[in-house]
Structures are given as C-alpha cells and as structure tokens.
C-alpha cells in the first residue's frame, strides 16, 4: 500500500515570499490532517478535513495560511506571505475515518521542510 | 484543552540498558494513546497504542500500559539497540475521535 506523499521534501524561500505543499494521502482516507512541527517541539494540528470540509482549523493562521482539499483526494497548504517563524516541517497525514470509532491510526508523509530566511 | 506532557531529552543509554519515557496526559473522557516513532530524516510511524483503560501495546520490544488512575502511558524497553535511536512522541486522540494532540518528543540515543 502506498503511504502519505507529500511534496517538496525542502523549501528555502525569502520572507515575505508565497509557499505552497501538496499533499496526497492514502487512497480511501477520508481524514487529512496538515501538522507544523517546530524544531525539538512535537506536531501541532494546523488543520483537518474530512472528505473535503474542514473539520477543525482552529489553530490555522487565517491571516497568512489557507488550505484545501478539492474533491477529497490531495490537498494544499499555502503560506502568504511567509514570516521567519514559519521555519518547520510541515507534515501531512491521513487516517480512515473519523467515524468509524476510536483509536484509528493516522499515517503521516515524510514532510516537507520550510527554511524561511 | 487535552494535553500530552513528556519527560525532556535527549535520553542517552548504553545497547541493552532498559529504557522508560515518561508520558502524562490530561484529557475527558476515554482518549486513546499513542507512541510514534521518528527515525532521522523520516515521518512519523505509530510504534503502539492502547484504546482503552489497562490495555497495553506492544510493538518491537516496546510496551506500554494505559493507566487510567495515573493518566500515565509510560514507553518502556527491556534491552535498547542502536537503531531504537530516535524521536519518540506520546499522543492522544479525544474521546469524540476528531483530535490527536502530540507531546513534545523525546529524542532517545542509544550508544554501542
């Protein structure tokens, strides 16, 4: 089974520069989950779809990250513009359902690394 | 809100020494736990978990027991290798199944 792909593995941009990941997750996951990871911090959720609507995107930065997921397969993540503090690994994943119970495995993609300079 | 506490790194052991990560949580109701595992220069993999009071998950060589009166969900491993070298993270999903929240990570180096 192939796992979650994300693209590009590495990003240097400028500040105030636009950045955008692609992220397609396990074929039949209907969750997708977008992660920013700090260095030494652990995975903070910046924001989860289900199909294709947003479940939660409490903790996105609306002023400056947007995200979608059109028709409920791939999904992007934008930063614009991009601010030093955004320096991170980006991580997506994808679980099976949200539904179908409790303790559902969420598979991650292997990131993709942001240097903002 | 439901949060996941670990102990701070690095942990640094010596091949075949026994290995506890402390993890702590607070959340409502019944969450299920989790570890991940972050080897250098991959993605997160779920090493083990537990979905409900005194399960215990294992995986490896690793276990660990949910304890509900404790809200503990300790990482324990009787004999550590070199390749067990890596980032572990304690997490949780909420009751509602809808939000996995990470502890901070501990990095574990395990020396020959």
């Known amino acids: 089974e192939a796992g979650v792909a994300q693209s590009p593995r590495y990003k240097i941009i400028e500040k105030r520069q636009s950045v955008a990941f692609w992220c397609n997750p396990i074929?039949?996951?209907?969750?997708l989950y977008w992660y920013q990871q700090i260095l030494g911090q652990g995975p903070k959720l910046l924001i989860q779809?289900?199909?294709?609507?947003?479940?939660?995107d409490s903790q996105l930065p609306k002023d400056r990250f947007s995200a979608e997921r059109l028709k409920g397969v791939d999904s992007t993540l934008k930063i614009q513009p991009a601010k030093l503090e955004d320096s991170a690994v980006y991580l997506c994943?994808?679980?099976?359902?949200?539904?179908?119970?409790?303790?559902?495995?969420?598979?991650f993609g292997q990131g993709t690394r942001l240097t903002v300079v | 809100g439901d949060s996941v506490t670990q102990m701070e790194g690095p942990v640094t052991l010596s091949e075949e020494a026994f290995l506890t990560i402390n993890c702590t949580y607070t959340?409502?109701?019944?969450?299920?736990l989790f570890w991940y595992v972050q080897y250098p220069g991959e993605g997160l993999q779920l090493l083990l978990k537990?979905?409900?009071?005194?399960d215990k998950g294992s995986n490896k060589g690793f276990e660990a027991t949910y304890r509900k009166e404790t809200t503990s969900f300790h990482l324990e491993k009787g004999s550590v290798q070199v390749s067990d070298s890596a980032v572990y993270f304690c997490?949780?999903?909420?009751?509602?199944?809808?939000?996995?929240?990470f502890g901070g990570g501990t990095r574990l180096m395990v020396k020959p």
């Open positions: 994943a994808s679980s099976f359902n949200r539904d179908r119970g409790r303790g559902l495995e969420a598979f």
């Open positions: 074929s039949g996951h209907a969750t």
């Open positions: 997490a949780l999903l909420n009751n509602a199944g809808n939000m996995l929240t």
């Open positions: 779809f289900q199909n294709n609507g947003v479940v939660d």
């Open positions: 959340a409502t109701g019944y969450p299920s």
């Open positions: 537990a979905t409900k009071a005194d």
